[in-house]
Nanobody, 115 residues
C-alpha cells in the first residue's frame, strides 16, 4: 500500500511559480506511474503530467513548457514545478500513484493564482 501526502500549494500572482511535493510512504522507484492531477473549482479532475518508472514524462493540456514533473527516489518524493502560472491553474492538485493495478491518491493541495 502507498500513502501520498502533497504539500507546497498556496497563493501566487499571475506569472509566479510554485513547486508542489508529493511524499510517498513506499519506495517510489517501484511505482509504475506517478502523476499530478488538477481539479478546478466546480470541474472534473484532469490529468496534468505523468512520470513513469523509466523516467519518461508526459504533459497534458496547457501546462506543457510551463510545468515540470520530477522525482527524487532517495527522498521518495515527486515534484511538480509550476512556472508562468495563470488564473486557470487555480484549483486542487492531487498526486497519484499506480502500482500493481491499484491507484492511490493524496489528499490534495490548493493552488490559487490571482490575476
Amino acid at each position: 500500500q502507498v500513502q501520498l501526502v502533497e504539500s507546497g500549494g498556496g497563493l501566487v500572482h499571475t506569472g509566479g511559480s510554485l513547486k508542489l511535493s508529493c511524499a510517498a510512504s513506499g519506495i517510489i522507484a517501484s511505482i509504475d506511474v506517478m502523476a499530478w492531477y488538477h481539479q478546478a473549482p466546480g470541474k472534473q479532475r484532469d490529468l496534468v503530467a505523468t512520470l513513469s518508472s523509466s523516467g519518461r514524462t508526459s504533459y497534458y493540456g496547457s501546462v506543457k513548457d510551463r510545468f515540470a514533473i520530477s522525482r527524487d527516489n532517495a527522498k521518495n518524493t515527486m515534484y511538480l514545478q509550476m512556472d508562468s502560472l495563470e488564473p486557470e491553474d487555480t484549483g486542487v492538485y492531487y498526486c497519484n500513484a499506480f502500482l500493481s493495478g491499484v491507484s492511490y491518491w493524496g489528499q490534495g493541495t490548493q493552488v490559487t493564482v490571482s490575476s
